[in-house]
């Protein structure tokens, strides 16, 4: 059973559900509780015949979640319970209060900057969690030794499961590249830049537009393609229209199902997040084939060597992020490079195959048998 806040299209669902689609049907059955609400992902996992349950649970409701969280384990009688950041960490508790499972929880990241203070009592019940789980995970050493320095829980008990990516979805493809330019209108040679990720203060669109200032100056021929949505996208394009003729120049996509497709008409990809634990997009932009250029905060530094598979710049330096965009668009050498160092990268420190395995052992090893069934909680999918 796998517990969750949310069951929507950011990086923690899409790893989710690749979890559950790879591991292999015949040895594990997957039940997904999501807290809040559903998403495009529900959708996924329903064709493949996952149960999804979904709570519905307002942000207005404040009340504790762990009787009713007791009460869905009970029903579903799981061998493990496997909850996903702060928001279904109260899964822990209810599945400890049921006494007949299993409990893993992770941590998968940040709703702020690193160094931005947690109240005592978050860091307190986040400590008892993680006491009471049988197992405590985290996607990025860095991530894991945050948590073990706030809370006092020692990191060497910790196990750190890289995310992977899909490089079946995720891979370079010159016939996309081309169809999906002609569809939007992009020349050739017109530099195209694009971020995929959900409009919250925490992914840091912001820089990337404000880096496109300095750009524009120097690149006449440029186009920003920002694919999500939520809450900061009116910011996001009251900033675009403060700036004659850029309204031809940044395109609001929205959330779509054709990333993989999108990802391929680019030419750099930008992730200027303020935190982030592995970021999937990252590793996606990577398998595709594209230039990364990412913040120097989280889990990036372990997937991006600078200056070899990618390059980085300090959260909010959106000086630094236009120098590296200006450098990669006056030279497609440059770029090649940097691309191929990132299809590397993926390649042999973060594949799918790699992510799958380490979840299969960890449930069998759990579960104490071949078969098992993990509830994933989460407060939505």
Not at 140 to 150: G, T, V
Not at 236 to 265: I, M, Q, T, Y
Not at 271 to 288: D, F, H, Y
Not at 344 to 358: G, H, N, T
Request: glycine share 10%; charged share 25%; proline share 4%.
């Amino acid at each position: 059973m796998h517990v969750v806040d949310h069951l929507g299209k950011g990086g923690l669902e899409n790893g989710l559900v690749n979890v559950i689609e790879n591991l292999d049907s015949t040895r594990f059955e997957h039940v997904v509780y999501a807290i809040r609400k559903l998403g495009p992902n529900a959708e996924r996992l329903a064709k493949g015949g996952v149960r999804v349950i979904c709570q519905g649970k307002q942000d207005s409701d404040s009340r504790f979640q762990i009787g009713r969280l007791a009460g869905a384990i009970r029903e579903v009688q799981p061998d493990i319970v496997h909850s996903r950041n702060w928001a279904a960490v109260e899964s822990v508790l209810a599945a400890r209060w049921v006494r007949s499972c299993k409990v893993v929880h992770s941590e998968h990241g940040l709703e702020a900057h690193a160094n931005a203070s947690e109240p005592r009592r978050r860091v307190w019940f986040r400590r008892l969690a993680y006491e009471l789980a049988h197992r405590v995970l985290s996607v990025s050493y860095q991530l894991r030794d945050l948590h073990a320095r706030r809370t006092g829980f020692a990191a060497e008990r910790m196990t750190v499961i890289h995310n992977g990516v899909d490089r079946r979805r995720f891979h370079p493809d010159p016939q996309a590249r081309v169809r999906v330019r002609q569809e939007l209108g992009f020349a050739e040679d017109e530099f195209c830049i694009g971020c995929v990720g959900n409009f919250f203060p925490v992914k840091g669109h912001i820089t990337a537009l404000e880096a496109m200032e300095a750009v524009a100056a120097r690149c006449p021929k440029w186009r920003l393609l920002l694919i999500g949505e939520g809450p900061e996208r009116s910011n996001l394009e009251s900033f675009v229209a403060g700036h004659p003729g850029w309204s031809k120049h940044v395109s609001f996509l929205g959330s779509s199902d054709r990333v993989p497709e999108l990802l391929n008409a680019l030419d750099a990809y930008v992730l200027p997040s303020v935190a982030e634990g592995i970021s999937n997009s990252l590793l996606e932009a990577m398998a595709t084939g594209l230039p990364v250029i990412a913040t120097e905060t989280g889990g990036n530094p372990e997937v991006v060597v600078d200056g070899d598979s990618g390059l980085l710049f300090p959260i909010g330096g959106f000086g630094l992020l236009a120098d590296h965009l200006i450098a990669l668009q006056s030279s497609q050498e440059r770029r090649l490079v940097l691309a191929e160092g990132g299809l590397k990268r993926v390649r042999e420190e973060f594949s799918l195959d790699s992510m799958i395995a380490k979840y299969g052992q960890l449930y069998e090893g759990l579960a104490g048998s071949a078969a098992a069934v993990p509830v994933h909680a989460t407060a939505g999918v």
